[in-house]
């Protein structure tokens, strides 16, 4: 709903179980810092880009999931919301608050037993 690419895609919206209110999005800088952190953790940081790609992809999906956190707590690399300037031009809060973002008629709901979730992850930490 916030990217300029989505505008005319969808005619309604749904936001289960919250939405990316006063969620922190990551700069552009930083996702590139995280980044180049999980390369250099996934032993792909040294040689040129291509090779550093190609060492990427030949990751397996177990070594990608074992960098990228646990059940309970993101690794130091994921992200979240990023703040390109392409796809994401500006912050949610800032599209929310100034209505720079594709007004759609939303249906926003949460599953029952969700909070429970957050609950018991809460008490794992």
Known sequence: MISPAGKGLFHRAIWQSGAFINDQAAPLAAAETNGEGFAAAAGCDSGSSTNIAACLRALSVSQVLALQGTATGNGPYVTGLLV??????????????????SHV?????????RVDLYSQRQRIL
Do not use: E, N, Q, Y
Not at 84 to 101: E, S
Not at 105 to 113: F, K, Y
């Open 84 to 101: 390109d300037g392409i796809v994401l031009p500006i912050d949610p809060d800032t599209a929310w608050t100034t209505g720079k973002f």
């Open 105 to 113: 008629p939303i249906l926003h709901g949460s599953t029952r037993g």
